[in-house]
């Protein structure tokens, strides 16, 4: 994202988990501003991504959805690797977080389409 706001807002979103861990109302107002920044710049994979990824917190309490795996693998391995959990996937969200921060890579953009499978799939 370009816009320096937003850019300050994914800053504050990554120190809030790494200083004060997981917390789900804060995380999903954050997310929440931060697609507007989104809309604005008139993205559409990464609006989607932030819409996608507050829906599933709300709906959660957490974030149960993997890191996209950068290998390929067969149908039935995925199934078992890649099987979101019960569990708060605090790397995964940190990840998904980071990729916010700068599209102009071609593969953080992939895997923003890759986390937004997964959120729909969920």
Not at 23 to 35: F, S
Not at 41 to 47: G, R, S
């Amino acid at each position: 994202m370009e816009h320096p706001s937003a850019q300050k807002l994914i800053n504050k979103i990554q120190v809030d988990l790494f200083k004060h861990g997981f917390d789900a109302e804060k995380i999903v107002a954050d997310l929440k501003k931060l697609r507007e920044y989104s809309l604005e710049e008139n993205n559409p994979v990464l609006t989607k991504a932030l819409r996608l990824t507050y829906e599933h917190i709300e709906a959660n309490g957490a974030f149960l959805i993997p890191i996209p795996d950068d290998e390929p693998f067969d149908e039935e391995e995925a199934v078992s690797e890649n099987a979101a959990g019960t569990e708060n996937n605090m790397e995964s969200l940190e990840y998904l977080v980071s990729l916010f921060s700068d599209l102009s890579h071609k593969n953080n953009l992939s895997d923003l389409r890759e986390y937004n499978k997964a959120l729909l799939a969920f």
